[in-house]
């Protein structure tokens, strides 16, 4: 997926035009099932008339730029976000940088001047509930008014509703702070992860006996603290572990929360490269241990605990 940064609608002008242009629109934080319909139906349609896939996303969010006193915490990173939307085969991926003076463009102006004059968009898909413009003053319906006489054709979806509720971005908010992996994954469409570049830690896993890769991910909400069976994944490798988020109270407690995973039978060196975790399922809270062989026994039935999961799974009847 090619991904093109706009700063400013002096920037996107110089932009290359792509061939019959299909774009969703949105700002997707998390890649629920709803947001993988709707750059789906985008991706079917683009392939259907030859033309070009894309996503056009907004960072940061709206409302952390127009409400900041607004805690709204995101589900993933931008580069988390990313990733997810080229995992579903979008061709090409513009993230517009959403500040105040954009937001001071019209529903109109928005449509000509980004739409129209400098991607040359053939078909937009969007949310029923999609807002827009100047004051959110443009919706689905006025977008696909203002569109037709730029000859852009605007596709409307509808919510994607699971279990009677309206799977949204807000809604796994709080399913992923309550710690509910199940109903979240059942939702999202994917499991629940967190997305990073693995850095130097203090070395103590290593020292353990279960070296780990920490990760800086930027992701502001994560499950609750504690111990998780998790798939990690490494390029096109998917590889079983153990993950620990928390503030680490056995040594010198954080501040901060991290992430740690111990990937088991691993011996690469994987620093400054990305990986994915994924939370399958909670083993434990996480606690202080006094004495260092405790915990060393505790880890150790931990890795256990998971290795029997991921055996159950691969041998059901077992």
Not at 173 to 190: A, N, P, V
Not at 214 to 233: A, D, F, H, M
Not at 274 to 292: A, C, G, M, P, S
Request: with cysteine.
């Amino acid at each position: 997926m090619k991904t093109i940064f706009i700063k400013s609608s002096k920037q996107i002008k110089n932009i290359k035009r792509f061939k019959n242009l299909v774009v969703a629109i949105g700002i997707f934080d998390g890649i629920h099932r709803g947001h993988q319909r709707l750059i789906k139906s985008a991706i079917s349609r683009a392939r259907k008339i030859r033309g070009t896939s894309a996503v056009l996303t907004f960072f940061p969010h709206p409302v952390q730029v127009l409400n900041k006193r607004f805690d709204l915490s995101l589900l993933v990173s931008l580069p988390h976000r990313l990733r997810l939307i080229e995992d579903l085969g979008v061709d090409v991926c513009f993230v517009v940088s959403f500040t105040k003076k954009f937001s001071y463009l019209t529903a109109e102006d928005f449509t000509k001047e980004y739409l129209f004059n400098s991607l040359n968009v053939k078909e937009v898909f969007i949310g029923k509930n999609f807002h827009f413009g100047r004051n959110c003053g443009g919706n689905s319906e006025i977008l696909k008014l203002i569109a037709r006489q730029y000859k852009i054709n605007v596709h409307i979806l509808s919510s994607v509703c699971y279990k009677k509720n309206v799977i949204s971005s807000s809604l796994l908010r709080t399913l992923i702070k309550k710690g509910d992996l199940s109903l979240s994954r059942e939702y999202l469409g994917h499991p629940v992860s967190a997305f990073g570049r693995v850095v130097h830690g203090d070395g103590r896993g290593r020292l353990l006996g279960v070296p780990t890769a920490n990760i800086n991910s930027e992701q502001e909400i994560l499950p609750p603290t504690g111990v998780y069976i998790t798939e990690v994944r490494w390029g096109n490798k998917i590889l079983h572990g153990v993950a620990n988020i928390g503030y680490r109270p056995s040594f010198k407690k954080e501040k901060k929360r991290s992430v740690e995973a111990h990937i088991f039978n691993f011996q690469e060196n994987i620093y400054g490269e990305n990986i994915e975790i994924r939370f399958l399922k909670k083993i434990r809270d996480e606690r202080k241990f006094v004495h260092e062989d405790h915990l060393r026994n505790q880890i150790a039935l931990d890795k256990k605990e998971a290795q029997e999961y991921f055996l159950k799974r691969r041998n059901p009847s077992k």
